[in-house]
Structures are given as structure tokens and as C-alpha cells.
């Protein structure tokens, strides 16, 4: 259900906006749109990723209520201000949408993107007691000391009061689950948060396949997890691009409406 939005404060604008970086980002945003349909991140039209517009503090892009992440295009993307103006687009953002996105880029400039989903296997995983991911697994281990865990579910997001409890929350973190909700990824850019994304819900997939055994997880030892993720860590940028550049390649293939 789409909800009326109410003002939260704007950043100063910082400058013209370089449009050929804009394209490139909307590109980019929506080559994640598609390939989260395709994977069975997206729940219906209730989810929703946003990044900020390219050399700019107080803008960013985020995709319009009522569009299947299946269906989004490039162009369909709209940049709004963090008052929750839309400058550029047709439609409006889903209510939630905006004051989660907003707050969190306005509070943490850090998070050039981020990345909102109920996706099956991290959200089960924030259903249950304690902390939702186990440190048993290689693919586990890049999020090692970088999670948070968000235990005060409030319901629906529909005001900035919400919105910045949970970006307090996130904190100095990367990703946070949400209690009895869903995860929310974020990233200096857009690859980076597509990049943690993608191997977020793979290591819940495989956490969730090794409990449904009933035998006792395996963990990491804390030294041993935290030199894997500092070698992970040192690597994460340029494997995100990579990551980024063969999805877009697969689209051209197979869906080039992605990119117009």
C-alpha cells in the first residue's frame, strides 16, 4: 500500500549533475534490479534498492512503487531529494522505501548504496533466536565483523523517526538484519552492494541447508575468520565491478530492455 510521505531535512546541494555518470548509475542500479528478479531476491513490488546520484550529497535514485524489480528499466529510475521530492522520473517512491533510503544516505554518507530485501534465505534466518549468521562458512566469513542486528521491529517504516533508528543501528556496519523483517545492504557503490548482497543470501542458503541436518555447525575460529575477511576485504571493489560487468553483459544478452 503506498503511503503519503512527509518531510525529513535536506543536505546543501553540492553541484550540477554529471549526466553521463547518472546514466551510468541508473545502468548499473537496474542491471541489479534484474538479476535480483531473476535470482528470487525481490518479493513482489515491496522491495527496493536505492544509490545516490553520482558527485551529488542530496540525491538519489531509487526505483518507483508498483514495478516488479523484473520490469524495471534504466529509465524508469527516479532521483529524488532527501526532503522526498522527486526531481527526475515519473511515479512516485514506495513510502517505506523513502524514509528507510533517505535517512540512511543522509545520515550514513558512507552508504552510497543500498539495497533492501525480504530475500528468502537471509530474512528466515532473521526469524530465529540469536545471531543470524553463523561464521561456519567461507562464503559466511566476508561479513565477518561487519554485521549488525537490528532486534526492535516496529512495523512499517513511515516516518524519518524509524528511519533513523534504523541507520543509528546500522552504525559503522555494512549489512543489518532486521528482526522478523529482512536484511538492508549497503556500500560505497553500487557493485559493492550488489556484490555483498548476492554472497549474503548464499551463505544463508548454506547455513540453512547445514542446520536442516540437525547436526551442530562448525565455527570459524574468531582468528582464523577475521584474516579471511581482511583478505576478502582486500579484493571486495574490484570483485564487485567484475561481478557487476558480467551481470550487465548476460542482460545485454538476454534482456537489453534493461539498459534504455
Request: net charge negative.
Amino acid at each position: 500500500m503506498a503511503h503519503e510521505l512527509r518531510s525529513v531535512a535536506t543536505r546543501t546541494e553540492t553541484g550540477p549533475i554529471d549526466r553521463a555518470a547518472l546514466a551510468q548509475a541508473r545502468i548499473d542500479l537496474a542491471a541489479c534490479f534484474r538479476m535480483a528478479a531473476r535470482l528470487g531476491l525481490e518479493e513482489g513490488i515491496c522491495n527496493h534498492f536505492s544509490a545516490m546520484v553520482p558527485g551529488r550529497d542530496d540525491l538519489f535514485l531509487v526505483n518507483p512503487y508498483g514495478l516488479a524489480f523484473s520490469e524495471i528499466r534504466a529509465s524508469d529510475l527516479l532521483v529524488c531529494s532527501l526532503d522526498g521530492a522527486v526531481v527526475e522520473g515519473e511515479g512516485q517512491p514506495e513510502a517505506t522505501a523513502f524514509f528507510i533510503h533517505a535517512r540512511l544516505h543522509a545520515r550514513l554518507p558512507r552508504a552510497r548504496a543500498a539495497f533492501h530485501t525480504h530475500m528468502p534465505n537471509a530474512t528466515a534466518l532473521s526469524m530465529i533466536e540469536g545471531q543470524p549468521l553463523a561464521f561456519a562458512g567461507q562464503t559466511a566469513l566476508k561479513f565477518y565483523g561487519r554485521l549488525a542486528v537490528d532486534d526492535a521491529y516496529n512495523g512499517l517504516a513511515l516516518d524519518s523517526t524509524e528511519g533513523d533508528r534504523i541507520a543509528a543501528t546500522l552504525g559503522d556496519a555494512d549489512v543489518v538484519f532486521l528482526r522478523n523483517h529482512g536484511v538492508i545492504v549497503t556500500g560505497p557503490t553500487i557493485a559493492e552492494a550488489w556484490d555483498d548482497l548476492y554472497y549474503l543470501e548464499r551463505a544463508a542458503e548454506v547455513q540453512i541447508k547445514a542446520m536442516s541436518t540437525g547436526r551442530p555447525l562448525v565455527p570459524v575460529p574468531a582468528e582464523i575468520a577475521r584474516h579471511a575477511v581482511a583478505q576478502m576485504r582486500a579484493g571486495d571493489a574490484e570483485s564487485g565491478r567484475l561481478h557487476l560487468e558480467s551481470l550487465k553483459r548476460r542482460l545485454a544478452r538476454e534482456e537489453p530492455d534493461f539498459s534504455q
